[in-house]
C-alpha cells in the first residue's frame, strides 16, 4: 500500500521538477510521527507550491486520499503534506539545506527517486 503511494508521490513531485526526491522508511526507527517522510525541494516559491499541489491531486486521482492536515502554503518556503501515514515535506532550496531532515532521521532507509528523462 504505502509504496504504490510512495511512487505515486515521488512521481508528482518530479512532474514539476520537484529535485533531490527522496524517501525515508521511518518504520525500523521507531520514534517517528509516520511510516515515511517524502522529502524534495524548487528553487522558488511559485515551484513548491505547484509540487504540493501536484501531490495533493495526484494522490486524490490515483490512491483516492486528502491530505489530512497541510501547512506552509502561505509563505512556500516549506510545504508539509501530512497523510498520517506518510508526510510530504517539500522545501524552497535554501531551506532543505539549512534543516537538513535527512541528516535527523540518518538511520531511516533512504530512496532516491530521478526523473526518466
Known sequence: MNIEEIKVIADAMLEKKGQDVVALDLRPVGTAISDYFIVCHADSTT??????????????????????RSQGQDNAIWVILDYGDIVVHVFQTEYREF???EDLWADAEKYEFKDAE
Do not use: G, S
Open 47 to 68: 515551484n513548491v507550491v505547484a509540487i504540493a499541489d501536484n501531490v495533493e491531486d495526484r494522490m486524490i486521482e490515483k490512491c483516492r486520499r486528502k491530505v489530512l
Open 99 to 101: 534543516y537538513r531532515l
